[in-house]
């Protein structure tokens, strides 16, 4: 049973009382001893995990996603803290200011480039793993829920779904994602174009700050509450939960997976979807995947087969799609079959947390125009045709996406066509598979240059990118003018926003990483 937000306050002023009597230093070199004897005041020795310890590895490798991030290289932390209750993520933070040593938070480890448990600047830095903070409760009269960071979207999903078939939540495609991470960053799912990102539907959070305070909605302030809606993780705190508002979603949805090869007008189809796919019905998600030289185009349809081969027919006849293609279901199970590739799974794999592991690395753009047609083809024929090629996912926009204010949450990409991801994966091990996926994916990212957004080009924060650019450490804090390089792409006009409230929650930068939000120094306000 997890605490209520109000039991939890309790604990911590008890917590921070206790610490508050030993005395202080503020040693700007990380003193690893003095933090693990800090810890071990209010957290039991079995949650704590070094290198030395037997269960340090398999801690550590059980929710790395990216398999890129265990090859040697990257630095590893240098302590975990397998929390389990609030009160240890306050000591953890606390603790760790005292002793300077930086920690890094990790909810489901499902970051692109590994950046809750490895470092590849080789910052010395602790763990704070969030997995077992995982309890999800449903109001199902108000039909809303907290849920734990370290829960993953698939468990969450299948929670809605057990309290009121008709609850949905808007969030992404893969079930082992983490709701920390994933909500940190924003969250874009098949239910994106109806209900926004996950993040427009966030109404509280519990949250530590850099001071080890738990705060919620009405003590963390405005901006801070604006900041950890798609501002990215680890910059402005540790979320331990967050309440959420779940979505209608009708008892019975109907899904289909279309696949064309370019004997089978790929191309053609590809090129009239872009303009498509953004504008129609809100009810109507339409994603296309294209991998080994086929383009399948993947569907998610708040309603019945009849209607939707109705919509279908009267926006986009040139796919074909006919009765025969449908598959109906509950929400629920489209989840799954969003995943899997098929329904014929029970729900349960949702509550499965493993994920299936590979190295690693994506790019990722958005369209404001389509691409023409001849762009397409030399995409498909020079790039795509390729052994190293990856898989290609297009992800519309348009609907509700459009209609909230880019600056309403940190998330600004509200107004393009759709998403561009380059996704390779690869399974072999080696420098050699490595160095050709990574030129393979760069040479495509170059390619697409002329026809993805522009000034700038825009990238969602949690499809993370480190070639975009890494901080650098001015005086003691990450500096802003570097900083705006990759922060810009990210999030454009919000970016200094950003950097404001993290002067203000954490001026000293205790949260940092390869990308997080830098504080905005004085002279700029
Ligand atoms: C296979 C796969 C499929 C994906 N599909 C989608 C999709 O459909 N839609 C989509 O939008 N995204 C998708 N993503 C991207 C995903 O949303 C991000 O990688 C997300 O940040 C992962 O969250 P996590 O908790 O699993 O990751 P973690 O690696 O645990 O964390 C990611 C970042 O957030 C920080 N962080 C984690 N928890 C907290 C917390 N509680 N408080 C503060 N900071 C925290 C970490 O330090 C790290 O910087 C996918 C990723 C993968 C690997
Ligand atoms: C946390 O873990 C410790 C050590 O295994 C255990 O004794 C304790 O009961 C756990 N607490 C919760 C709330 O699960
Ligand atoms: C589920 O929610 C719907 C719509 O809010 C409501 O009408 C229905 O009574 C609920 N069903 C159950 C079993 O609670
Ligand atoms: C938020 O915290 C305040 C102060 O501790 C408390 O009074 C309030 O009830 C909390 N709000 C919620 C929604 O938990
Ligand atoms: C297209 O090519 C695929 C495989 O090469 C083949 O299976 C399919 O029948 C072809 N379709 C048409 C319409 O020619
Ligand atoms: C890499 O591949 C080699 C040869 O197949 C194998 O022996 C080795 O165990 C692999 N290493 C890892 C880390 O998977
Ligand atoms: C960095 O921190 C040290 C010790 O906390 C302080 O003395 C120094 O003035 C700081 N430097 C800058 C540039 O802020």
Sequence with gaps: MARTPTTILHLLLFTLCILS?????????SDINGFLSCLSINIPPSLIQTPSSNSYSSLLLSTVQNLRYTLPGP??????????????????????????????????????????????????????????????HVDAIRAEAWVGSGATLGELYYAAAAANQTFGFPAGNCPTVGVGGHLSGGGFGALSRKYGLSADNVIDAVVVDAQGRLLNRSTMGKDLFWAIRGGGGESFGVVVSWKVRLVAVPETVTVFGIRRGKNESAVELITKWQAIAPSLPRDLYLRVLIQNQQATFVSLFLGRCSQLVDTMGAHFPELGMTEKDCQEMSWVKSTVFFFFGTADMPAEVLLDRRSQ???????????????????????????????????????????????????????????????????????????????????????????????????????YVNYRDLDLGTNEVEGNVTSYAKARVWGEKYFKGNFKRLAAVKSKVDPEDFFRNEQSIPPLPSSRW
Aim: aromatic content about 12%; hydrophobic content about 35%.
């Design 21 to 29: 009597t030993q005395t202080t230093s503020s040693s700007a070199s």
């Design 357 to 459: 592991n590979y190295y690693l690395k994506v790019k990722s753009d958005h369209v404001e125009e389509p691409m023409p047609r001849g762009a397409w083809e030399s995409l498909w024929s020079e790039w795509l045709e390729k052994p190293e090629a990856a898989l290609v996912m297009l992800d519309p926009y348009g609907g509700r996406m459009a209609s909230i204010s880019p600056s309403a949450t940190p998330f600004p990409h509200r107004n393009y066509l759709y998403q561009l991801q380059f996704y390779s994966f690869w399974f072999e091990n080696g420098t050699v598979a490595l160095d050709s996926r990574l030129s393979w994916i760069r040479g495509v990212y170059k390619f697409v240059e002329p026809y993805v957004s522009k000034n700038p080009r825009a990238v």
């Design 75 to 136: 630095t590893r932390p240098l302590v975990i803290v397998a929390a389990n209750e609030t009160t240890h993520v306050q000591t953890t933070v606390v603790c760790g200011r005292r002793h300077g040593v930086h920690i890094r938070t990790r909810s489901g480890g499902h970051d692109y480039e590994g950046l809750s448990y490895a470092s590849v600047e080789h910052k010395h830095f602790a763990m704070l793993d969030l997995a077992k903070l995982r309890s999800i």
